[in-house]
């Protein structure tokens, strides 16, 4: 009797023909990549949303349309003919894609976005994208972006006396704004304050509110200086003016406005040094005011009272993991879809997807490191779990793993083994095999590569499958592959093939042209039914 560990002669699973077909819409949808610019949109930008990635097939989508309902935003995504039912025909050939649509200027705000692929027969369901938030503009005598959204409900804090019996660091909430952008006056709810005069008279919306009576005054952030709450990570520094400032994780540099008692907190023997890793807590200014001084050059914003901590490892003060990550690491999955808090499993996640830490909660053996998946959307904020502050990372990106279930990616030929821009990745099989393009602006040192692919298979029994890779002479690496599902009915099924090889040898590798790298095959064995 054969062993029911090997592949069985005569039941070797085939993939499916590739004869031509009307444009389909794949099932399941492949991953999507989603940018938009600028980075920091305004009331006053117009949004360029971008999406693009890898396509099952050569019907590739070249355009796309867009409807705003309040704060959401629908994307469709138009497969060729979607419009006019002028439908090519379709090689099972992998293509490549990019679509870009402009939307606004839109209202100050948190939008999110979703997409819809839409074919002239069909559309799926609307599908989480990601998200971006429109800050307030530029004011009219220069000053700078504000760094964080301010509108109705924002806590601001007093940087300067004020008349009214107002003082430096007294708080308030704003309860709107003499502008649709918010960028003049505020009405603010001072706490506890009993000698206001202002009304809403003058509010540019006609929202109900009730407010303490007494407590508001209209406040102008060009005159007066107005600051909200601020904590975030970076790298403790001096500029060439003698200023201190923070180079925060989110690539915005911060003065820090503590000249006068800081440098005895800084040395050998004090508590920190220039270009240690902090955390700062304070009040970040709205926007620098005409009547306060400053001696700095402006820069992204001015953070009042900051109180410093030595920003930890990932995991902050406690062992995050046995490998102790640091924000920013680069790590590879080693399970697919990963469930979440609930046990529901994520779809999107295959085994060997690379990502970025983002943070740790070390006090969850099973959830304990925060990380930002690339090209992944699926995810949800749940950043107030981690020990330390996430740093910045693309909406829907982040999901909570196990220690075991990541491995840190080896450093690369850019330095953290990620693939340079036109680096690609192209999975085929039987004599198309694996072809890989080498980015020919980026170095020959090794550095990671990584594709997926929708495949149709067909087999006449209920199956477990694997996958076989075998790379090319003269081609190293680390390779390995994951096929969702693993386990598949008899007949006709759709799986995604992920591969990814690391620390691949480029100097074999012709740069600019695609050449094939590996062969992969997808075994079968019998799998009992459940």
């Given at each position: 009797m054969m062993n029911k560990g090997m592949c069985i002669a005569g039941l070797v699973m085939l993939l499916a023909a590739s004869a031509l077909a009307q444009v389909p819409i794949p099932d399941p949808l492949p991953a999507f990549d989603f940018t938009f610019s600028p980075a920091n949109p305004t009331s006053q930008s117009t949004v360029q949303l971008s999406i693009g990635g890898l396509w099952p097939d050569s019907c590739?989508?070249?355009?796309?349309?867009?409807?705003?309902?309040?704060?959401?935003?629908?994307?469709?995504?138009?497969?060729?003919?979607?419009?006019?039912?002028?439908?090519?025909?379709?090689?099972?050939?992998?293509?490549?894609?990019?679509?870009?649509?402009?939307?606004?200027?839109?209202?100050?705000?948190?939008?999110?976005?979703?997409?819809?692929?839409?074919?002239?027969?069909?559309?799926?369901?609307?599908?989480?994208?990601?998200?971006?938030?429109?800050?307030?503009?530029?004011?009219?005598?220069?000053?700078?972006?504000?760094?964080?959204?301010?509108?109705?409900?924002?806590?601001?804090?007093?940087?300067?006396?004020?008349?009214?019996?107002?003082?430096?660091?007294?708080?308030?909430?704003?309860?709107?704004?003499?502008?649709?952008?918010?960028?003049?006056?505020?009405?603010?709810?001072?706490?506890l304050h009993t000698q206001g005069t202002g009304t809403s008279d003058e509010c540019v919306d006609d929202t109900p509110r009730a407010v303490p009576p007494a407590s508001s005054t209209w406040v102008d952030p060009r005159e007066v200086g107005l600051g909200v709450c601020f904590d975030r990570c970076g790298t403790l520094g001096q500029n060439e003016e003698g200023c201190f400032v923070l180079e925060a994780d989110d690539g915005r540099t911060y003065i820090l406005v503590a000249g006068s008692w800081l440098p005895q907190f800084l040395g050998p023997e004090a508590e920190f040094e220039l270009g240690d890793r902090v955390r700062v807590r304070g009040l970040v200014n709205i926007m620098r005011s005409a009547g306060m001084f400053f001696a700095c050059t402006e820069l992204d914003g001015d953070i009042f009272n900051p109180v410093f901590t030595p920003c930890a490892p990932a995991g902050g003060d406690g062992d995050c993991c046995a490998a102790n990550y640091?924000?920013?690491?680069?790590?590879?999955?080693?399970?697919?879809?990963?469930?979440?808090?609930?046990?529901?499993?994520?779809?999107?996640?295959?085994?060997?997807?690379?990502?970025?830490?983002?943070?740790?909660?070390?006090?969850?053996?099973?959830?304990?490191?925060?990380?930002?998946?690339?090209?992944?959307?699926?995810?949800?904020?749940?950043?107030?779990?981690?020990?330390?502050?996430?740093?910045?990372?693309?909406?829907?990106?982040?999901?909570?793993?196990?220690?075991?279930?990541?491995?840190?990616?080896?450093?690369?030929?850019?330095g953290n083994g990620e693939p340079c821009p036109a680096d690609t990745l192209t999975i085929g099989f039987g004599s198309n095999g694996i072809q890989l393009f080498r980015d020919p602006q980026c170095p020959t040192t090794p550095r990671t590569f990584s594709g997926c692919v929708n495949v149709t298979v067909n087999t006449n029994f209920r199956a477990r499958l694997s996958l076989s890779i075998t790379p090319a002479a003269g081609i190293n690496g680390t390779w390995q592959g994951t096929i969702t599902p693993e386990v598949v009915s008899a007949g006709q099924n759709n799986v995604l093939v992920c591969i990814t090889a690391e620390g691949v040898d480029l100097s074999q590798i012709p740069a600019g042209q695609n050449v094939q790298v590996a062969q992969v095959s997808i075994l079968a064995v019998p799998e009992p039914a459940p």
């Open positions: 590739v989508s070249n355009s796309a349309t867009v409807f705003v309902d309040g704060t959401q935003i629908e994307v469709a995504l138009l497969l060729p003919g979607a419009l006019d039912c002028n439908e090519p025909n379709c090689a099972p050939t992998l293509g490549t894609y990019g679509v870009t649509t402009p939307v606004g200027p839109l209202a100050p705000g948190a939008y999110t976005v979703l997409l819809r692929v839409v074919s002239c027969s069909e559309a799926t369901e609307p599908q989480f994208l990601g998200s971006f938030t429109v800050g307030i503009p530029t004011g009219g005598n220069g000053e700078p972006n504000v760094p964080v959204q301010i509108g109705p409900g924002t806590c601001v804090v007093l940087l300067e006396d004020l008349d009214c019996g107002l003082r430096a660091g007294q708080a308030g909430i704003v309860v709107c704004c003499d502008s649709a952008d918010c960028s003049g006056r505020l009405r603010v709810s001072w706490f640091q924000p920013g690491d680069r790590v590879r999955l080693l399970v697919s879809n990963p469930p979440d808090m609930i046990g529901r499993p994520v779809a999107g996640l295959p085994a060997g997807t690379l990502g970025t830490v983002l943070c740790c909660n070390t006090d969850d053996e099973d959830f304990t490191v925060y990380v930002s998946w690339d090209n992944f959307t699926g995810g949800f904020d749940m950043g107030f779990l981690c020990d330390t502050a996430p740093i910045s990372h693309p909406a829907g990106s982040a999901w909570w793993v196990g220690c075991d279930d990541i491995v840190r990616v080896a450093g690369g030929g850019n």
